[in-house]
C-alpha cells in the first residue's frame, strides 16, 4: 500500500516568499505530524491533527508558520515570508490511531526548503 | 517533557549483538519508551516501544530497567542495513507529540 507522501520533494526560494508544503497521509489515518529536521539533528516537533483539528502546534516556531489539514485528510504546511533561517527537511507522518495508546507513526520522504 | 540521553556513537560487527543504552531518569510513570531509527536521509522508522515490560518483536528487544530510568535496546545479529541513527524517545504523556534528541549514530562493520 502507499505510504505517506510529500510534495514537493525539493524546493528552492527566495527569502521574502511564501512557501506550501503537502503532506498526503497513509489513507485512513486520523492523526497527522509535522516535524523539522536540521542536518545532523533529529527531527524537532512542529505541530499534529486527529482528523482535521489542530491539537497541538506548540512547536511552531513563530507566527509565520501555519498549518491545516481541513477535511481531516491531506494537510499543507505553510510558511510565509521566508527566511535562510527556515532551510531544513519538513517531515510529515501519520498514525492510525489517536493519543493515548500505543501508536506508530509513519513518516513520509521530507520536503528540503532550501531559503536563498 | 522527560529527557534522554544517549551515547553519541558506536560501532558493532557485523553478526554481533549490539547493545544501544538510553538514560531517561525524569521519565514518568505512564510514559512509554520508543526507538526510532533513521537510515541515512530517509524518514525515521519505528522500530519497538514499551511501557515496564521487557519487548521483543521480529527487529529488535528492548530492556527497561525495574526503576524505569533506562532502557537498552538490543539489535541480536546487527547487519550492515542496521547502520543509522537510532533515537530513544519518551513519548509526551497523552499525546503522540515526539520529542527527537540527537539519538546514537550506530555504524556496523563488516
Given amino acids: ?116 | 517533557d522527560a529527557k534522554t540521553t544517549q551515547p553519541p556513537s558506536m560501532d558493532c560487527a557485523e553478526g554481533r549483538a549490539a547493545n544501544l543504552p538510553c538514560n531517561h531518569s525524569t521519565i514518568s510513570g505512564n510514559e512509554y519508551v520508543y526507538w526510532y531509527r533513521q537510515i541515512h536521509s530517509q524518514g525515521p522508522q519505528y522500530i519497538i516501544h514499551g511501557l515496564k515490560n521487557n519487548e521483543t518483536n521480529e527487529m529488535a528487544s528492548l530492556i527497561i530497567t525495574e526503576d524505569r530510568k533506562s532502557s537498552t535496546l538490543i539489535l541480536p545479529h546487527a547487519t550492515l542495513r542496521d547502520t543509522a541513527v537510532y533515537y530513544c524517545i519518551v513519548r509526551v504523556t497523552n499525546t503522540d507529540k515526539l520529542i527527537f534528541g540527537t539519538g546514537t549514530r550506530l555504524q556496523v562493520f563488516p
Fill in chain 1, 1 to 116: 500500500g502507499a505510504g505517506v507522501s510529500q510534495s514537493p520533494r525539493y524546493k528552492v526560494t527566495k527569502r521574502g516568499q511564501d512557501v506550501a508544503l503537502r503532506c498526503d497521509p497513509i489513507s485512513g489515518h486520523v492523526s497527522l505530524y509535522w516535524y523539522r529536521q536540521a542536518l545532523g539533528q533529529g527531527p524537532e516537533f512542529l505541530t499534529y491533527f486527529n482528523y482535521e483539528a489542530q491539537q497541538d502546534k506548540s512547536g511552531l516556531p513563530n507566527d509565520r508558520f501555519s498549518a491545516e489539514r481541513p477535511e481531516g485528510s491531506i494537510s499543507t504546511l505553510t510558511i510565509q515570508r521566508t527566511e535562510q533561517r527556515d532551510s531544513a527537511m519538513y517531515r510529515c507522518a501519520s498514525s492510525p490511531a489517536l493519543a493515548g495508546g500505543y501508536n506508530e507513526q509513519f513518516f513520509g520522504p521530507g520536503t528540503r526548503l532550501t531559503v536563498l
